[in-house]
């Protein structure tokens, strides 16, 4: 059985604590490896080492840190389908898919590229008599980050590349179900330059997460996964005067005006509510239809392309919808849901309960599953269910449309398909979400911008990739500096004000 291990110091290195979590293979539901969980001393110890090495790279001129990322973006180019492949291996996505999870992911080194500017400080000449006054920005130190599962490679670049192009150095804890993309990004920064040390990737569970967060050396700590954990993640590290953004869950619904085009609006439910199979923090969830006759009229057009999906394995070729979930546990979560969902009332208008793949019988595999008449009571409409669920919740106005986004606790992302300027334009002011769609299905911004949602999808000040990235991972230092004039004529020992 293949084990997978941690990579210290510019190596890969077994785990000596005797624990495994088994990764499977999510179309065949075997065990393909396993990899080791870190003790509290291994992480320490990764924490010591990336804090020795920083010193020396916190000190290269942010340039030389540039032309790192440089080359990691070519690196990454090059070993795209290689990784593309372990991560449809581990995660179950189909290729495609798993290759856009790379290039998103990819887009922000590229952003990295311009770190040197981003890192520029500010001047104020002559703040008084013979006074300057400039800020500099300068890394944290050693930062951290525990990812999720469902975006192996996009996430642990979102949070790695910012905080190593700043100049600190990086231990990332990312998921044990899918941790070989991870190792194999931390060969391509060691091969782009990167030097030992400053970049240490920690397998393992709740014990080197709180390590982490105990550690006193770590000066800040980034999350994504459910909202409960990083509830519990945002309290313990700010509790420890670390710096802390995390990003929680998610039930992201997609308003369709009666002016939208009914098709298009079909189309891009069908791709936002299944691609990946539902396991994407910004996944649409929830479809509000305002008015019975576009209920009616989107539910005909949805139904016969939801029974069009392929649902397959990721070898199963490039016209594969979307794969199987990450694990076994997580299936019956999804199930355990659309149950509750029949057992309250909602109409399950189709039905994929029953789904088996020949010759995959014990693969994670979830059929597609579309609810009519679901109301702001049920489970399935309060929790974020994770897979290829999509409810649809009807509403009689736009303004009952938009108070049911507003009033859901979760605010990560939100969507409005209109041809209608004026409504459009309302919907994106007075929402209370985080990422707006304007005939855009999943609004994930570009890596120049930043993301990040509100209420309970969202704990801390600052959100991902973007200049607040740059911000999240460096201090700001003001210095007043004064050179006194009188020295040629003499020393001076009055302290002057600033005027």
Same mark, same amino acid.
């Given at each position: 059985?293949?084990?997978?291990?941690?990579?210290?110091?510019?190596?890969?290195?077994?785990?000596?604590?005797?624990?495994?979590?088994?990764?499977?293979?999510?179309?065949?539901?075997?065990?393909?490896?396993?990899?080791?969980?870190?003790?509290?001393?291994?992480?320490?110890?990764?924490?010591?080492?990336?804090? /020795? !090495?920083?010193?020396?790279?916190?000190?290269?001129?942010?340039?030389?840190?540039?032309?790192?990322?440089?080359?990691?973006?070519?690196?990454?180019?090059?070993?795209?389908?290689?990784?593309?492949?372990?991560?449809?291996?581990?995660?179950? =996505?189909?290729?495609?898919? !798993?290759?856009?999870?790379?290039?998103?992911?990819?887009?922000?080194?590229?952003?990295?590229?311009?770190?040197?500017?981003?890192?520029?400080?500010?001047?104020?000449?002559?703040?008084?008599?013979?006074?300057?006054?400039?800020?500099?920005?300068?890394?944290?130190?050693?930062?951290?980050?525990?990812?999720?599962?469902?975006?192996?490679?996009?996430?642990?670049?979102?949070?790695?590349?910012?905080?190593?192009? /700043?100049?600190?150095?990086?231990?990332?804890?990312?998921?044990?179900?899918?941790?070989?993309?991870?190792?194999?990004? /931390?060969?391509?920064?060691?091969?782009?330059?990167?030097?030992?040390?400053?970049?240490?990737?920690?397998?393992?569970?709740?014990?080197?997460?709180?390590?982490?967060?105990?550690?006193?050396?770590?000066?800040?700590?980034?999350?994504?996964?459910?909202?409960?954990?990083?509830?519990?993640?945002?309290?313990?590290?700010?509790?420890?005067?670390?710096?802390?953004?995390?990003?929680?869950?998610?039930?992201?619904?997609?308003?369709?005006?009666?002016?939208?085009?009914?098709?298009?609006?079909?189309?891009?439910?069908?791709?936002?509510?299944?691609?990946?199979?539902?396991?994407?923090?910004?996944?649409?969830?929830?479809?509000?239809?305002?008015?019975?006759?576009?209920?009616?009229?989107?539910?005909?057009?949805?139904?016969?392309?939801?029974?069009?999906?392929?649902?397959?394995?990721?070898?199963?070729?490039?016209?594969?919808?979307? &794969?199987?979930?990450?694990?076994?546990?997580?299936?019956?979560?999804?199930?355990?849901?659309?149950?509750?969902?029949?057992?309250?009332?909602?109409?399950?208008?189709?039905? &994929?309960?029953?789904?088996?793949?020949?010759?995959?019988?014990?693969?994670?595999?979830?059929?597609?599953?579309?609810?009519?008449?679901?109301?702001?009571?049920?489970?399935?409409? =309060?929790?974020?269910?994770?897979?290829?669920?999509?409810?649809?919740?009807?509403?009689?106005?736009?303004?009952?449309?938009?108070?049911? !986004?507003?009033?859901?606790?979760?605010?990560?992302?939100?969507?409005?398909?209109?041809?209608?300027?004026?409504?459009?334009?309302?919907? /994106?002011?007075?929402?209370?979400?985080?990422?707006?769609?304007?005939?855009?299905?999943?609004?994930?911004?570009?890596?120049?911008?930043?993301?990040?949602?509100?209420?309970?999808?969202?704990?801390?000040?600052?959100?991902?990739?973007?200049?607040? !990235?740059?911000?999240?991972?460096?201090?700001?230092?003001?210095?007043?500096?004064?050179?006194?004039?009188?020295?040629?004529?003499?020393?001076?020992?009055?302290?002057?004000?600033?005027?």
């Amino acid at each position: 059985m293949k084990q997978i291990g941690h990579w210290i110091d510019g190596k890969r290195v077994p785990g000596s604590s005797g624990r495994f979590a088994d990764v499977f293979n999510p179309a065949t539901g075997e065990v393909q490896a396993r990899v080791a969980l870190a003790t509290k001393a291994e992480l320490d110890a990764a924490v010591a080492s990336a804090a /020795a !090495a920083q010193r020396a790279w916190g000190a290269t001129n942010p340039q030389r840190r540039a032309r790192v990322m440089m080359e990691m973006v070519r690196l990454i180019h090059r070993d795209m389908d290689k990784m593309a492949e372990v991560l449809s291996s581990e995660h179950g =996505k189909t290729f495609p898919d !798993a290759k856009g999870d790379i290039q998103r992911g990819l887009e922000v080194i590229e952003f990295c590229i311009g770190a040197p500017h981003l890192l520029k400080g500010e001047f104020t000449d002559s703040a008084g008599p013979g006074i300057d006054m400039y800020s500099l920005r300068q890394p944290l130190g050693v930062a951290a980050g525990i990812t999720p599962f469902n975006f192996p490679a996009m996430i642990p670049l979102w949070k790695m590349g910012p905080a190593l192009a /700043a100049g600190n150095a990086y231990i990332l804890k990312p998921s044990e179900r899918d941790p070989s993309v991870p190792l194999m990004l /931390a060969e391509l920064f060691q091969e782009a330059g990167l030097p030992d040390g400053v970049l240490q990737v920690i397998n393992g569970d709740k014990e080197s997460v709180d390590a982490i967060l105990d550690n006193e050396t770590v000066q800040a700590v980034g999350f994504v996964g459910s909202t409960p954990i990083a509830q519990y993640i945002y309290a313990r590290g700010c509790g420890n005067g670390k710096r802390v953004q995390c990003f929680g869950g998610a039930k992201n619904h997609m308003i369709i005006m009666p002016d939208a085009d009914l098709d298009q609006a079909a189309d891009a439910l069908v791709g936002a509510g299944y691609g990946a199979a539902g396991e994407r923090c910004m996944a649409i969830s929830v479809a509000v239809p305002v008015g019975d006759k576009t209920a009616d009229a989107l539910i005909e057009r949805l139904v016969p392309r939801i029974e069009k999906l392929k649902v397959g394995p990721w070898t199963g070729g490039n016209d594969v919808d979307y &794969g199987p979930v990450v694990t076994a546990a997580a299936k019956a979560n999804i199930l355990k849901l659309v149950e509750s969902g029949v057992e309250q009332g909602a109409k399950l208008v189709v039905d &994929g309960r029953d789904f088996s793949l020949q010759g995959y019988e014990d693969g994670f595999f979830v059929g597609p599953h579309l609810f009519d008449h679901v109301t702001p009571d049920m489970d399935i409409y =309060k929790k974020e269910i994770f897979g290829p669920v999509l409810s649809t919740v009807r509403a009689q106005s736009y303004e009952e449309a938009l108070k049911l !986004a507003m009033d859901h606790e979760y605010g990560n992302g939100t969507a409005i398909f209109t041809r209608d300027g004026d409504t459009a334009r309302d919907f /994106a002011a007075r929402v209370n979400v985080g990422m707006i769609g304007i005939n855009v299905p999943i609004p994930v911004p570009l890596a120049y911008h930043t993301f990040g949602g509100w209420k309970k999808s969202a704990f801390g000040d600052l959100n991902q990739h973007g200049p607040d !990235a740059f911000r999240f991972y460096t201090r700001t230092k003001t210095v007043t500096s004064r050179w006194p004039s009188g020295i040629k004529e003499g020393s001076a020992f009055n302290f002057k004000a600033m005027d």
